[in-house]
T-cell receptor, first 108, second 115 residues
Framework: RKEVEQDPGPFNVPEGATVAFNCTYS??????FFWYRQDCRKEPKLLMS???SGNEDGRFTAQLNRASQYISLLIRDSKLSDSATYLC?????????FGQGTELSVKP | DAGVTQSPTHLIKTRGQQVTLRCSPK?????VSWYQQALGQGPQFIFQYYEEEERQRGNFPDRFSGHQFPNYSSELNVNALLLGDSALYLC??????????????FGQGTRLTVV
């Protein structure tokens, strides 16, 4: 079993759609949680950190459920520029463990 | 403020050869981690350097080694290259210091092709 598992994707959605990504992690000792975005052939960039209380940044909302070891990302009102691969990431003592990523393609 | 810089950006090597990749961390960061990203996969942790020592290591063979210099820059060395070593190699810098994790910033990566 992979340490971090994500929806396989790809997700193909029209502009304006709401899309949700889910992720589970296996190590309950994981300390902090993130969503990274990676554009084609580029480096990953931090999209947002994820907290148990939930956090929102504009159209993006992230949620963590420690009891279920589950992380989610919701994107509202999708834009063409949101097309990318979204990586679920957990921190274990400074070591980042990545999911395989979920590809999102937003179409006009 | 320069971010994380890696060199070279692309590299083609032959099986059995050795390669050295380089990374300069973001200004003010003291920790460098290396990741391997195969096509269609998420990055896999190779190892992390802090205070010129390997602090953590992932499940990679001894053919993968590294070094951190006093100015915090780092090198990743891979010996006896295999076709399966073809990947994007990412360097990430962070300020770990006391052990509390801060945001990791990634370099643009080195794309290694082994033929």
């Amino acid at each position: 079993r992979k340490e971090v598992e994500q929806d396989p994707g790809p997700f193909n959605v029209p502009e304006g759609a709401t899309v949700a990504f889910n992720c589970t992690y296996s190590n309950s000792a994981s300390q902090s949680f993130f969503w990274y975005r990676q554009d084609c052939r580029k480096e990953p960039k931090l999209l947002m950190s994820v907290y148990s209380s939930g956090n929102e940044d504009g159209r993006f909302t992230a949620q963590l459920n420690r009891a279920s070891q589950y992380i989610s990302l919701l994107i509202r009102d999708s834009k063409l520029s949101d097309s990318a691969t979204y990586l679920c990431v957990v921190n274990q003592g400074g070591k980042l463990i990545f999911g395989q990523g979920t590809e999102l393609s937003v179409k006009p | 403020d320069a971010g994380v810089t890696q060199s070279p950006t692309h590299l083609i090597k032959t099986r059995g050869q050795q390669v050295t990749l380089r990374c300069s961390p973001k200004s003010g960061h003291d920790t460098v981690s290396w990741y391997q990203q195969a096509l269609g996969q998420g990055p896999q942790f190779i190892f992390q350097y802090y205070e010129e020592e390997e602090r953590q290591r992932g499940n990679f063979p001894d053919r993968f080694s590294g070094h951190q210099f006093p100015n915090y820059s780092s090198e990743l060395n891979v010996n006896a290259l295999l076709l399966g070593d073809s990947a994007l190699y990412l360097c990430a810098s962070s300020l770990v210091g006391t052990g509390d994790f801060t945001e990791a910033f990634f370099g643009q990566g080195t794309r290694l092709t082994v033929v």
